[in-house]
């Protein structure tokens, strides 16, 4: 595969990943290659569009999540990665829906209608742009209020959208649990042992969370990509193979070097 990656502009910590985790440079280099083929394709409609926007942030996520990982900040990294989770869960969820883009982009207005109207400033210049996008926006957003009222533009829950993208197995395996580091629960700092229940820092555990984040990380960004190429019709099964073998090979790695 010719691979379409400026390595001056490579991330300032891919080489330090690369020595924690030896190969995985090749992984992201591929991985990279990948995303800007998705992302600098010409659009061909605003469903295409919006997609590749919805690619871009989830990339943003992933390379902050990675950046925890190279300074070995495991928990804060597998929260990302719930982030990351949920924007991908959203975006196939959209790609597989096409009729729910009325519904996105209007959440995303209805969103920034009900920030203004909290938001309090104090300069009068600010104060009289508010004033005005009020009055000019106060009918749409009283009719958005009453359409998205304690719900958002998919309506369902994470749960649902993720077994519509066939990706059960993750939520059940990776999202409770990144959700539980978010959360704060028991489950950073209560840890069962040969001794039976512990409390205490983790210090392994934590360590271990920062690889575990990487894998399920890739994970994701190989998912999101796939079923972009398959709903869009891109063409990229060659590169997306490519992935799919690297992830896989980066799993079993792991499961080998840390066995359960």
């Not at 030896?22 to 409609?45: C, F, Q, W, Y």
């Not at 729910?100 to 982009?105: E, H, P, R, Y």
């Not at 969103?111 to 508010?130: C, E, G, M, T």
């Not at 040969?194 to 969370?209: E, F, L, N, V």
Request: aromatic share 12%.
């Amino acid at each position: 595969m010719d691979v379409l990656v400026d390595r001056d502009k490579l991330p300032r910590f891919l080489p330090i990943l690369e020595q924690m985790y030896p190969g995985a440079e090749r992984e992201h280099i591929a991985l990279m290659h990948v995303s800007n083929l998705i992302t600098g394709a010409p659009a061909k409609d605003d469903f295409h569009k919006v997609l590749q926007c919805q690619t871009t942030v989830a990339l943003e996520h992933y390379g902050g999540m990675l950046s925890l990982v190279s300074d070995n900040f495991g928990f804060p990294a597998e929260g990302v990665c719930r982030n990351l989770f949920e924007i991908v869960v959203g975006t196939v969820y959209l790609a597989k829906n096409p009729q729910k883009l009325t519904d996105f982009l209007d959440y995303g207005k209805f969103l920034r209608y009900r920030q203004v109207r909290a938001s309090k400033p104090v300069n009068p210049v600010f104060k009289q742009k508010q004033a005005a996008e009020i009055a000019q926006t106060d009918v749409e957003y009283t009719a958005l209020q009453k359409r998205f009222k304690g719900t958002s533009w998919h309506k369902a829950s994470v749960e649902v959208m993720t077994k519509d993208a066939g990706m059960t197995n993750l939520y059940d395996v990776y999202y409770r649990r990144a959700s539980s580091v978010a959360h704060g629960d028991a489950f950073n700092i209560y840890h069962f042992t040969s001794k039976g229940w512990q409390i205490g820092i983790g210090w392994q555990k934590w360590d271990r969370a920062a690889r575990t984040a990487m894998i399920f990380g890739y994970q994701l960004m190989v998912l999101l990509f796939e079923r972009l190429n398959l709903e869009l019709k891109l063409g990229y099964d060659h590169e997306i193979q490519i992935l799919i073998d690297l992830m896989n090979q980066m799993t079993s790695k792991d499961i080998q070097e840390n066995p359960p």
